[in-house]
């Protein structure tokens, strides 16, 4: 039988905590973003996206500009949605052992995330083609998880 790991979190785990909070407060202010652009484009609930009414061609999208930024806002929070888990399990998990490392990655990611769905959102950026300026949330996310995994491999030798 295995002996038990004792967990001691450290002071510095307080930055993590703190990290947490503001991804939280990014979650909302995604939500904000997509649900007022939903009222101005007239979208009614649960209707996810506005599907084009044409052929879509860079020179008519199919859709009104209220709608394409709708569907830019919801895109950019179904994406954060769709991160936030795996964001959040490698902060919580990376920043036991090292906090300040975790909580400088989590800031580095939500800044992203928030540059990300800027970019997205931008209408002088055809097809959603500003979200590429806020793409390092992805090595935020990878260099979160390369705590985990070093962790890992810590605790099997």
Known sequence: MSAP???????????V?????????L??????RAASARRA???PHPQQEVHPRSAVSKTDPGVSPAEHAF?????AYANFVDAYPAFLTGLFIGGLQYPKVASGLGVFWVVNRVVYSRG??????PFGTGRFIGGGHMLG????????????VGMLR
Not at 17 to 24: I, N, V
Not at 27 to 32: I, K
Not at 141 to 151: C, E, R, T
């Open 71 to 75: 569907n830019c806002a919801q895109r």
């Open 27 to 32: 979650q909302l202010w995604l939500g904000h």
């Open 5 to 15: 790991i004792i967990l001691a979190v450290s002071r510095d785990y307080g930055y």
């Open 141 to 152: 996310l990878l260099s979160l998880w390369g705590l985990v995994g070093s962790m890992g």
């Open 41 to 43: 484009a007239k979208i």
């Open 17 to 25: 905590l703190l990290t947490a909070t503001g991804s939280l407060i």
């Open 120 to 125: 997205y959102s931008n209408p002088a950026k």
